[in-house]
């Protein structure tokens, strides 16, 4: 069912005191839909505001590219695991594949919808045209929220605002560094528009930019076009989905053990192991697609297939574009011209905040001054807070859940941010960038360590799990939070919006993952040498502990 237009009272005549704060949400996508969540569980009163029909954001796939909405192509699977990629008190059904095909993924999204009855508060069909501060900002914090439903305006008054529109919106076609590109004869496009490969049937295809959408539609390309050229200016370390002994790759990547370790470590040799690990596959170099800057940590490519289209020469890896000229393009490292019918720009994109003024929230050099990567720091009164406006090294959806309860209790009033120059202070570090000399480090200003992130945002709202106190009350559950996959479930472990099935959830997280590939049944004989060998590991499992937490 759609909800469509509602007419909003006028806000004097209200009585604040006795009534709970009213929040504007933009955006019914992953981040949307916690925010409305969180509001809920807090007892504030969210109104969403979804231009389209539909909620799912991003995992909404349609025929055509709709304006304002992210836009995807038909064959989207999910980089991140089922596991790693919930929401925190709500696992995917365990029947789901481990990686969750962009229909299964919507699906998932509106069993969370319905389950929560989140519903209720979204307006669909409604555009969020303008947020302007009131009059009385600086004594009440309110927002004067402006909407366009079926060719009809309102305007409303809102105690707190939650932008959970993305940054996969805007695309960036930079056509002036391809020199000839308006001779080009052939048709060009963003990726943003691109939905099927039957496109490249018998052509010759260029793709440009090797980020995880682009090596997809290279290589979906490579099975039915002629030639297919996949051009990189820096290269980038490519994953397959299939980890160690076949595990999802984040489960295995992402613990708290890894991560600890990591950032102990100088980061010329957490680099060195990098590569090492991401050349265990298959050596880079041979490929033509090691990085060049391995100084910062560039977000990897998931792909599966790209080696094997890259060894049976279906994909050929190229260098930057020297001259697009009208049937054909020449690369920096060769005078040959390749005949070339269809060029997709898979170069990225903006972001913006249209229905937001730049004294609000001012986006330069693809970033915001935002305290904590959400609230605008130089405000005074923290009243507006943008969700899910970063790039961790994991799954976004929990990250976005996380910072939605953060924020809730800040714009509630149980949490205090520190006073503006302080925070911008912490913005202006941050937009840096400068090495710690430690654990990774990454090259672009929105990417940032999950696990890190995360617990900074848990610890403020109490919600991180004590170790220490685990280790001596339920050490099961310990060794399973550290050295295991740092799954969703444990960010609603304890703390304000404790879920009761998050333990459960955290010791039953590898047979949900088996369950989805496991579907023929082998009997496994039992062997006294494996027994031994797990013996073994346990003790130095503990030993490990033993020294990590002297």
Request: net charge positive; with cysteine; hydrophobic share 40%.
């Amino acid at each position: 069912m759609l909800f469509r237009c509602r007419v909003f009272n006028k806000p004097e005549t209200r009585q604040r005191d006795n009534m709970a704060k009213r929040v504007a949400i933009v955006g019914a996508g992953v981040t949307g839909l916690a925010s409305i969540k969180c509001c809920l569980e807090e007892g504030l009163k969210p109104t969403c505001f979804e231009r389209s029909d539909d909620l799912g954001g991003l995992w909404r796939f349609t025929e055509h590219v709709e304006e304002g909405r992210a836009s995807l192509y038909k064959s989207v699977v999910s980089n991140s695991c089922k596991e790693m990629s919930c929401y925190p008190d709500f696992p995917f059904p365990e029947d789901y594949p481990n990686y969750v095909p962009n229909s299964l993924f919507l699906d998932y999204l509106k069993m969370y919808a319905n389950r929560f009855n989140l519903l209720e508060c979204i307006q669909f069909k409604t555009k969020v045209c303008s947020v302007r501060k009131r009059p009385d900002f600086t004594a009440t914090g309110q927002w004067e929220v402006v909407t366009l439903c079926e060719g009809k305006q309102e305007s409303a008054i809102f105690d707190a605002v939650m932008v959970c529109t993305g940054y996969l919106t805007n695309p960036y076609l930079p056509l002036d560094s391809f020199p000839g590109i308006n001779t080009f004869k052939g048709q060009y496009f963003h990726s943003r528009e691109y939905k099927h490969p039957d496109i490249f049937r018998d052509k010759s295809v260029l793709v440009i930019g090797m980020g995880n959408s682009g090596t997809d539609i290279a290589v979906e390309a490579s099975h039915l076009a002629k030639k297919v050229f996949l051009s990189t200016t820096g290269g980038a370390w490519v994953i397959s989905r299939v980890f160690d002994s076949g595990y999802p790759w984040d489960m295995v990547f992402m613990t708290r053990f890894q991560n600890t370790f990591r950032n102990s470590l100088p980061t010329p040799i957490v680099n060195w192991l990098i590569a090492r690990r991401m050349n265990s596959w298959f050596n880079h170099a041979n490929y033509g697609l090691i990085p060049e800057d391995r100084v910062q940590l560039r977000e990897p490519v998931l792909n599966d297939e790209l080696p094997g289209r890259i060894i049976t020469g279906k994909v050929l890896i190229k260098p930057r574009i020297k001259e697009v000229k009208e049937n054909s393009v020449v690369f920096s490292n060769t005078p040959k011209e390749e005949p070339i019918d269809i060029i997709v720009f898979a170069t990225g994109y903006t972001f913006a905040f249209p229905f937001l003024d730049e004294t609000v929230v001012k986006v330069e050099d693809g970033q915001a001054s935002l305290y904590k990567y959400i609230f605008p720091a130089h405000l005074p009164k923290p009243t507006l807070a943008v969700i899910g406006l970063i790039k961790p090294l994991g799954s976004l959806l929990p990250t976005g859940d996380t910072q939605a309860r953060w924020a809730v209790r800040v714009l509630k009033g149980v949490i205090k941010l520190p006073p503006s120059s302080i925070m911008i202070e912490e913005v202006n570090e941050r937009k840096k960038n400068k090495p710690s000399g430690f654990g990774l480090r990454y090259c672009k200003a929105l990417e940032t360590d999950y696990i890190t992130y995360v617990d900074e945002l848990l610890t403020a709202i109490n919600a991180k799990p004590n170790l220490f106190s685990l280790l001596l009350t339920d050490p099961r559950l310990a060794l399973a939070i550290f050295f295991g996959p740092c799954t969703p479930y444990q960010f609603r472990l304890t703390g304000p919006g404790k879920w009761e099935g998050a333990r459960n959830a955290i010791m039953t997280q590898w047979d949900r993952t088996f369950k989805a590939t496991k579907t023929r049944i082998v009997q496994e004989s039992p062997s006294l040498f494996a027994s031994l060998l797990k013996l073994f590991s346990f003790l130095a499992l503990l030993v490990a502990i033993f020294l990590i937490f002297l």
